[in-house]
């Protein structure tokens, strides 16, 4: 499969390739990894007329953890963030990172790609979510800094001005005592995650729950926070019925759709499962247990 | 759709030998290498980012060919299941995919080799799960996967130290 002809421009750095995408207006896109914007093309669902290739660009791949920040570059593909030391010292970025497809697509894939593409069941969306994330980007207007909630607008739409690229990630060092897990569960490893539930929470003495934030993916057009599901564990003492309260809460804000992947109600139930089995690998987390393993397989 | 398309040179070293080609931004990496080189050694399955059995290595890194652009490729080396065998010599993964009958009609096994050729460079004993894990980007609709783990699990047991 070919997808429509384009025209294919390179630039050297950033400022070049936001001056290229600005001059050549809306029917230019960029192209970073290439991991959903290509199998898009081949299917001729997008037929842009120029791609401009910034995934070369010099000094978007790191992760550091600086300053009470940890800043991921937008060019930092999913394997390399898996191996980086920013995983090992927070699981869930790890869980995330090191589940997403198969180890090819995580050869290219980016993380700045695919909050770009705003898919509603993509895991670095979900995961942000829960991380209570901030995107960076750069554009003619110059650079601003948005709010993961408000950058994805919509299901594959994004606050992204044209001429404007994500620069990086960022979001809060996780405290000490604190801990988190995300889960996909997918069908086989290429295929999207069908739902998946990101926990990231802080445990005090006596096993109450300090601080959390729970975001569900494939739940609506964009991630979705489980507010009330935090509020059922905020506070109190982490036991099963405190567990069981909060998952019912998620089953009750997720609205997933019937599809291919499953129906509503299947999704539902799915998302409940996840959110126990997450929720009890993120406390154990927060007592420093090393657990491995995250997507789940049909 | 722009009326004129310019071809772009790209420079590419396909398993150590260098090649300067012309190509359409269009043209996929597998395509590059299934027709302008005439390597058909790698297959192109679905087409679709799914199957794996177009993988090849850039850079040493297991990519899906029909998953991007050959002027992605500008600059890079990649390995194909060509690059495998040194001298008339099956690589030792492609004689342990033979012995342990890890193929059937062989149309996954370039990705496969690929792929877990790629694992074992990074991870010379890579544990069941490892494997498994490599692989997990690659179908194979014959052998039920068990031969092929096998075939690289008799690999990695057999390096060296």
Known sequence: MYPAPFRYHRPANLKEAILMLSTLGETAKPLAGGQTLIPILKLRMDEPTDLVDIGRLPDLRFAKNEGGWVEIGALSPHG?????????????????????????????????????????????????????????????????????????????????????????IRFRTPPPGSGGAYIAYKKAAAAFPVVSVGVQ??????????????????????????????????????????????????AAVAEPTDDVRGSSEFKRQLLRGLLLKAGDTATRRCANATIEGSHVYA | MPDAINKVTIDVTVNGRKFRRQVEPRMLLVEF??????????HIGCDTSYCGACTV??????????????????????????????????????????????????????????????????????DRHAIKKAIAGNVCRCTGYQNIIKAVEAVAAGAKE
């Open chain 1, 80 to 168: 390399w963030v898996a191996r980086s030391d920013i995983a090992k010292a927070i699981p869930i970025v790890k869980d995330c990172a090191g589940g997403i497809a198969d180890v090819q697509v995580r050869s290219r894939g980016t993380i700045g790609g695919s909050v770009s593409a705003a898919d509603p069941n993509c895991d670095w969306p979900a995961l942000l979510n829960t991380l209570d994330a901030e995107i960076r980007c750069a554009g003619p207007e110059g650079d601003r800094t948005i709010a993961i909630g408000d950058f994805i607008t919509e299901a594959y739409t994004t606050a992204l001005q044209p001429g404007e690229l994500v620069t990086s």
């Open chain 1, 201 to 250: 929470m802080t445990v005090a003495a006596g096993n109450v729950c300090q601080d959390v934030r729970i975001a569900l993916g494939g739940s609506g057009p964009k991630p979705r926070r489980a507010v009330q599901a935090e509020a059922e564990l905020r506070g109190k003492t982490l036991n099963s019925q405190a567990w069981q309260h909060a998952a019912d809460a998620v």
């Open chain 2, 33 to 42: 290498i299934r027709e302008e080189l005439g390597l058909t050694g790698t």
């Open chain 2, 57 to 126: 290595q850039l850079d040493g890194a297991p990519v899906k060919s029909c998953t991007m652009f050959a002027v992605q490729a500008d600059g890079c080396e990649v390995l194909t299941v060509e690059g495998l065998e040194k001298d008339g010599q099956l690589h030792p993964l492609q004689k342990s995919f033979s012995e342990h009958h890890g193929l059937q009609c062989g149309f996954c096994t370039p990705g496969m080799l690929m792929a877990s050729h790629a694992l074992l460079t990074d991870n010379p004993h890579p």
